[in-house]
Each structure stands twice: as structure tokens, then as C-alpha cells.
């Protein structure tokens, strides 16, 4: 499906408005059509020795009565063409968001936030324009020419060749205006977005800004792209005073007044017809003024129809399986079987995970380590779905998690992540995210349990209380107990904790730690830290580097074989002598 039928989909899928503004659009312009009937009767009844005012008191009578009607379709269809402008703005904004919801963790990792917030915003609003009062516009515009046409060929077909004759001067300056005004609409989207984006990404890293005193730089920086901006907007006014479609139409209004002033003269046209056909000719100034107009705004929300389309169409989805199969949530194992994965796609050089074989017995604590960059997060987001391995497979119970239902996967793993990120909602809201009908008492415990109740309750507003933007009025050790509190209250069945207490003091730590091995009982946990005495507990040692499995075992096992995970300790302890593979 193309972006243009995808967009008339959406328009004519409000049958029942559409047909409403398509009936009251037929009124107005019949009403604005036969008027200048009723005109020229008047000065036709006028031009007579023997005028009768009864005819005459009639005829205005009837503009009346038609300006009355002409006024109230108007209202109508104006109320009801705003109305169809927002529900398909409202429907196209609802897909779109989905789909961006939707999307593949990949996708989002390379596409700029800046821009989705244009396309959902900026681009969404100029197809609304194109709607309301674009469509009205256009539909307006083309009864008319019919309507008006259609009764002057009906007055005096000879005067309407004049017209006819103008006809090609119209298309070559509709279709240049047109063909000009295309490639600035998308180059305007285009750079809006950009704004768009670089507005965003300063106002997130404003700290980073202030504290490398970089303001005036961003400033300037931003000043050239709103210059490029007003640039093209200049350019667009420009094309746009260059449709010449209203002089033209203004000549040909003063050529058939001075031809028909000819044609009564001669006794071939009554006063009456001509002025009918004169004020005939004037209805057709609002539609070619309206034709220039919509061409402007369809260009400009066909743009934006299209950049919606486009990002909405990108096929970058983690696909539901046609049949998902719903996993209880009990581990018995979990198998990596030759895993490899690559951020720039199968045909990538440069491995994040490369041939990773592994299993993991359920209800057991999984310690990953290895340098910056080894894969340690990348192990976990395959384990969530949030990629798919480019080769190999995940299995859970002998149950590939290709075909799991991605939703129930995933509500069974809890996850702390070293940066944590918090919505601009109430404590208590960001705790129960992730189970929303959770009480008051185990939200509460789940606080209690992270460590986080006492300084909860140190706020005035208690678990009511407001966070800011991504939880920026909380401390850095704060956030991440509201996010543990917020992984123990979903119980899940797999725990993956990123380096969750690395922001947090050693004393918080310790109590975190206490209350965490006791959350860690009867499920299976994956943590990625560096930190000596979370390591050594663990049952299971993973050591990562560049993306391959170095080594896996105890502490015990790992101590006397791998150099990796040695140089972890070393500089703490003196370690026993290292043992070579074979040696007794």
C-alpha cells in the first residue's frame, strides 16, 4: 500500500462524516451557484421601462432565502470537516504511536527521538490542515467550477469558449506551481524534523551543555539550522506568489464582461444573462484562490503523510509467533545454543555476541563479567527479546523463546538497569508500573524490601509524591531503589540486576544487598557487576570478552584458570598460583 492510499484509507473510513460534508458542500454551492441568477433577474427587471417590483422584491426574496441556507450548509459543513480532520489526525497519531511501540529495540537504538516527536507531532498537524479546512477547500473549489461552469455554458456557450480557451494557461500554471512546490514540502519536513530532533537532544544533555560551558557554541549551531529553515519557508513564499491562476482568471472575468457588453450591443445577449454570467464568471475567483491554496497544503501534508508512512512501514518488528506458546514461568533451564548477534545486521563484521553456548539451571544466581563492551547487556536483551540473535537460539524448558507470546516472556523477567529511568508520574505509580493493580500494603513492602520506604516517606508527599522528568529530582542511589522496589513487586521469575547498586553508598548497599538475597530465592537471577563479594556468591560465573565466552564455573574454578577473571581480584588479595588446564 502506498502512503497516499494509506492516508485516503484513513479519510474515507469515516463514511458516515464524510458523507455529511459531502451533501452540505452540494448546498453551499448550489446556493453560491444559482445567486447570481436571482442577481440577474434583478437588473434585468431593472433595465425594463415597465419594471416590476414584485419580481424584483422576489428575486432578493430568493438571495435571501439562499444566503440564509448557503450560511447555515456552511456552518455545517465546516463544524463536520473539522470533526473528520481530528479523528483521522486522532487515528493516524494512535497507529503511529503503536507502531513506534512496537518497533524492534534496534530500530529505536538508531533512530533519533527528535525526529519520531516530529513525525507524531509536527507532521500529524499539517495533515490535519490538508484535512481541515484542505479538503473542504478542494471539494468547494471543483463544485463550484462545475456548478458555474455548467450554467454559463447554459447562458451563453460562445462567452464560455473564452474560458475553455484560458483552459491550458490554467494546467501549465497549476502543474508548474505543483511540480515546484513538491520538493520544498519535503526538504521544510525534513528540516523541521532535524529542529525538532537537535531541540530535544540539547534540552536532555543541558547539564552536559552548562557544565562544558558549550551554550553559545549550541546556540550558533542552532541558529544555521533555523536559518536553513526560514531559507526554505522564503523559497516556498516565493513559488507560492508566483501562481498566476487569479490574474488569470481576473483577465478573462474583464475579457467576457467587454465580449458580452459586445454581444448586447449587438442584440445577441440579454442585460440580464450578461450580468448573471459576469457574476457567474466572479464565484470562479474563490476557487481558483482555493485550488492554489489546497495544492500548497497537499503537498505539504502529503509530505508529512509520507515520512509518517515510511517510519511506520519500516519493517523492524520482533515478530509475534503465529501460534505463541504461553510459558508458566518456572525455569528448569535456560540454553543459549550458538548465539551470535551483531547491532549492524547479519552481514556486520564486528560480533557483539559471537557462537555463545550456554546453560543455566534454574532458580540459580548467574554472575556475567568481562570488559566494556564484551556483550554482558546485549546476553540480556536477547534473553528479553528486545533483539533477535542473527544466529542460533535462546530455549527456556526446551521452549524457544521465538515462540513465546513476547508479552508473556517478558512479564516474567524483572529488570534493574544501572541507568534508571523513571516517568514523570507519582512514586507509588512508578513502582506498581509494571503491576498497576498492586496494592497500597505491596507496594509498600516492595519498598520496604529495596531499602526505599524511609526516605519515601521522608517527602511531603509521600508515595504521591511527583518525580520529575526521568526521575530527576531523586538522587541517583534514590531511583534505583524505587526501580528495585519496582522489579521485586512483579515477582518474576527471571531477575536480571545491571550494576543496579552502583550508584547507591556502601552502607544502602549492604542493606540492599540483604534484602535482594532473600528476593533472589526460587528464582533465576542474572547479574552484571564487577563487585567482589556479589561475584564470589554466585553459583554460576560467566566471563565475556569482545562478545565470546571466555570461561564459565565457581569462583573457586575461575580463580585458578582464567586470566580474566583474575586481573578482577589481584590488585585486592594475594591469589593462589594459576592453574594450567591438565595440571593435577
Sequence with gaps: MSYKKWFLKHILKEKLLTSILLLFLIIFIGTVSITPLFIGDIFGELAKPDRSFQIILRSTLFIAVAGFIRAAADFIQSYVNEVLAHKVTKNVTEEFYDDMLEKSQEFHDRVRIGDIMARATYDTRQMNIFIAPGIKFLFEASFTLIFSVCLMLWISPKLTLLLLAALPFYVITIYDYNRKLRPISKAQMEQNSLLNARLQESITGIRVIRTFVKEDEEIKEFDIETDKLRDINTKRGIISAKYYAVAITVLIIALSFLWGAFEVTAGNLTIDD?????????????????????????????????????????EEYVPEPSSPID??????TINFNQVSFSYNGKSSRKRALDNINLEIPGESTVAIIG???????????????????????????????????????????????????????????????????????????AAKLAHAHDFIMSFEGGYNSIVGERGITLSGGQKQRISIAR??????????????SSAIDAETERKIQTAIANVLRNRTTFIITHRLATIKNADLIIVLRNGQLMDKGTHDELILRNIDYRRLFERFSELPPIKIRGDS
Excluded at 554482558?376 to 542460533?392: F, I, V
Excluded at 537460539?393 to 523513571?422: K, P, S, W, Y
Aim: net charge negative.
Design 487 to 500: 522489579a521485586i513487586l512483579v515477582d518474576p521469575s527471571i531477575l536480571v540486576l545491571d550494576d543496579a
Design 327 to 332: 510459558w508458566s514461568g518456572k525455569i528448569n
Design 371 to 445: 570488559n566494556p563492551g564484551s556483550g554482558k547487556s546485549t546476553l540480556m536483551k536477547l534473553l528479553m527479546r528486545l533483539y533477535d540473535p542473527n544466529e542460533g537460539t535462546i530455549v527456556i524448558n526446551e521452549i524457544n523463546i521465538r515462540d513465546m507470546c513476547i508479552a508473556n516472556l517478558r512479564e516474567h523477567i524483572g529488570v534493574i538497569e544501572q541507568e534508571v529511568f523513571l516517568f514523570s508520574k507519582t512514586i507509588k505509580d512508578n513502582i506498581a508500573y509494571g503491576k498497576p493493580d498492586a496494592t497500597q500494603e505491596e507496594i509498600i513492602n
Design 274 to 314: 450578461l450580468v448573471t454570467y459576469v457574476f457567474l464568471m466572479m464565484t470562479l475567483m474563490m476557487p481558483t484562490w482555493q485550488f492554489g491554496w489546497t495544492i500548497t497544503q497537499f503537498q505539504i501534508g502529503m509530505a508529512a503523510a509520507k515520512r509518517i508512512y515510511e517510519m511506520k512501514e519500516r
